[in-house]
């Protein structure tokens, strides 16, 4: 699977929008880009995931540049409780393949 | 009801004892995985069963073996306890084994050894 490169961290005032980058420069044409986010003390939480096209659900939307090398995670109005650690993760679509968690981006939203 | 369930959630035993843990799943998923976050915070995945058959199996010490009596459940079986295997271990699970299906996580065991 493609490795991703994310900033460590991140700060985000409350109410604002919440932008984080990934780079996936060796993406391949089967990679998956999934998101996920882990809460303190909490089990990892699916967010969102794409192939090639924008995708947009009730919490976030995942922006992914043509060439498929980096995408955006917008969290359009951020609270306290998105405060989290976000990992951005690719995974190929074939068989017998599991997600491989890097260091992720520490996100602290503040009032 | 909890999708992905993990029994103990704390567990705190002695080194050279044998523990297991439990997980569940409820949504229907063919595919269970075992993952491990150390105190360095980072998730790795250590087993994943396909329809109760093995399909991924990291570089795991042997006292670690996972088993899977039916879709629904992945039970961890670990022998002789040592310091460093005190962790939290996430259960979770998909509905199948390729890149496009999604990934539900539990909420995590967290073992002490001490």
């Known amino acids: 699977d493609a490795k991703t490169t994310q900033p460590p961290s991140m700060d985000c005032a409350e109410g604002r929008a919440a932008n984080l980058p990934c780079n996936h420069s060796t993406i391949s044409g089967n990679e998956y880009v999934y998101w996920y986010r882990q809460i303190h003390s909490q089990g990892p939480q699916y967010i969102i995931h794409g192939l090639k096209n924008n995708e947009t659900n009730e919490m976030v939307s995942l922006i992914i540049t043509e060439d498929r090398k980096s995408s955006t995670l917008i969290l359009p109005h951020a609270t306290l409780r998105d405060t989290a650690v976000y990992y951005c993760i690719v995974r190929a679509d074939t068989s017998g393949t599991a997600l491989i968690f890097g260091k992720g981006t520490t996100l602290s939203v503040s009032s | 009801d909890t999708a992905v369930s993990q029994t103990p959630k704390y567990l705190v035993t002695q080194m050279g004892n044998d523990k297991s843990i439990k997980c569940e799943q409820n949504l229907g998923h063919d595919t269970m995985y075992w993952y491990k976050q150390d105190s360095k915070k980072f998730l790795k995945i250590m087993f994943s069963?396909?329809?109760?058959?093995?399909?991924i199996n990291e570089t795991v010490p042997n006292r670690f073996s996972p088993k899977s009596p039916d879709k629904a459940h992945l039970n961890l079986h670990i022998n002789s306890l040592e310091l460093g295997d005190s962790a939290v271990y996430f259960c979770?699970?998909?509905?199948?084994?390729?890149?496009?299906?999604?990934?539900?996580f539990g909420e995590g065991s967290w073992l002490t050894v001490v």
């Open positions: 069963y396909n329809n109760k058959e093995l399909i």
């Open positions: 979770a699970s998909s509905r199948g084994f390729s890149g496009g299906n999604t990934i539900y």
